[in-house]
């Protein structure tokens, strides 16, 4: 599995997308060639090897004829709906513009399809967002993490007249994800890079287990004193037979809760996507007996786990500590039995097939049938997969 990761320790822009994708070792002219893909013909790419306080980096200049209309989300989504790309590079980019779209409409107070796009419909913005995902697509990346964004400060010209930095595009997109305020007075990260991000990435850990491939860098088109202006992509590769991710383990003791309520709070957290919950008896202090309620959750489910235990419990407080977890790869499977069909999980390590039943489909076959639990679970280990 190939996973990409983005520094965005100097901002991050459409270009410098590009720029850093490239600079990984992506074949140009590969690249260019799928850009014909798009049936918009007036615009032209430079590539430049420059630098940025003394780091070397790839620009990405796109020239585009004059003037460019200004588009509805409807003419760009025309654009991309019409191209010869796959339906993977179509379907991330209309996203990208959709999310942008959806923040220019809340900052002007405006439907989504009453949208101007301005400096984001032009002709180089499409090839930005189209050109990103293209470039994805041949990298042959699986997963696209990100780091904090770094923004700063000020104001700026649009096609609204003067704005504040960051701008209220940027900022409507990036909600929810990690910012970094820098106190640099330039625009650091624009409406279009922002919106890559937050449709294509993940704001958050990285997997375990990875190895380093190699770098890119992409350059900003302007030169900032305080910091160089370049984008990195880190090019990360997961290989073995174990799978690696990252979760959330909330936990909290109660020692003044009625113990029926228990099995509710364990179910409520499961129905809201708890990897796993689970009660361990403790003795507290000054002897007291307790419960540990411990719950696993993915990282973005932290609310949704707070509000569930404040909501349904007596703890006033909680712990929070990110694990990492190894995972054998797995995959859902059918096997037909002499009882009928059974449905399971295949389990692999090194040359071991580990296959468990569903004990939920066992119980049900067994009460069907009218046989015991433990014939159904031997009919499925006998037999082979449908």
């Keep these: 599995m190939r996973i990409l990761y983005f520094d965005c320790y100097s901002g991050v822009s459409g270009d410098m997308i590009l720029g850093a994708l490239l600079d990984l070792g992506l074949d140009q002219a590969a690249w260019m060639n799928g850009l014909r893909g798009l ?3 007036d615009f032209e790419v430079q590539f430049e090897r420059t630098t940025r306080q003394s780091l070397c980096c790839q620009r990405v200049i796109i020239k585009t004829a004059e003037p460019q209309p200004e588009r509805h989300l409807y ?8 191209s010869s790309f796959s339906a993977g590079v ?6 990208v513009f959709r999310c942008l779209a959806e923040a220019e409409a809340k900052v002007h107070d405006c439907s989504v399809e009453q949208v101007h796009f301005h400096e984001v419909g032009a002709v180089d ?10 470039a994805l697509e041949m990298l042959g990346i699986d997963e696209v993490y990100s780091s904090p964004v770094s923004v700063g400060q000020g104001r700026s010209s649009a096609g609204h007249g003067p704005m504040p930095l960051p701008p209220p595009a ?3 997109i990036l909600k929810g994800a990690p910012i970094r305020f820098t106190g640099v007075e330039t625009e650091l990260a624009t ?3 922002a919106a890559l991000l937050k449709t294509l990435a993940r704001f958050d850990l990285l997997p375990q287990g990875l190895s380093l491939i190699r770098t890119g860098y992409g350059a900003g088109s302007k030169i900032i004193p305080e910091l160089p202006n370049v984008l990195r992509a880190i090019l990360l590769e997961k290989s073995g037979d174990e799978e690696y991710d990252q979760a959330l383990l909330i936990e909290t003791n109660v020692d003044d809760m009625n113990p029926e309520i228990y099995p509710h709070v364990i179910e409520k957290l499961m129905e809201k996507g708890a990897l796993d919950a689970y009660l361990v008896p403790i003795i507290m202090k000054k002897g007291r007996p307790g419960v540990l309620i411990s719950v696993l959750c993915a990282p973005g489910l932290k609310d949704a786990m707070l509000d569930v235990i ?8 909680v712990r929070m500590i990110h694990v990492d977890r190894t995972k054998l790869p797995r995959r859902e499977i059918t096997v037909q039995t002499e009882f009928g069909v059974i449905k399971g999980k295949e389990a692999r390590w090194k040359d071991q097939i580990r296959r468990t039943p569903e004990f939920e489909d066992c119980r049900r076959v067994a009460r069907e049938k009218g ?3 433990a014939q159904v679970y031997d009919a499925f280990l006998r037999s082979r997969e449908t």
């Excluded at 003419?75 to 019409?82: N, P, T, Y």
Aim: proline content about 5%; overall charge negative.
């Design 75 to 82: 003419d760009i989504e025309k654009i991309i709906s019409a």
């Design 371 to 373: 046989v015991s639990l």
């Design 170 to 172: 940027t900022l409507e």
């Design 191 to 193: 409406p279009t890079g």
């Design 90 to 95: 179509k379907g991330k980019a209309l996203g």
């Design 125 to 134: 913005a499409i090839v930005d967002v189209v050109g990103a995902c293209l």
């Design 310 to 317: 404040y909501r349904e419990t007596t703890t006033l407080g």
């Design 39 to 41: 049936p918009i013909s």
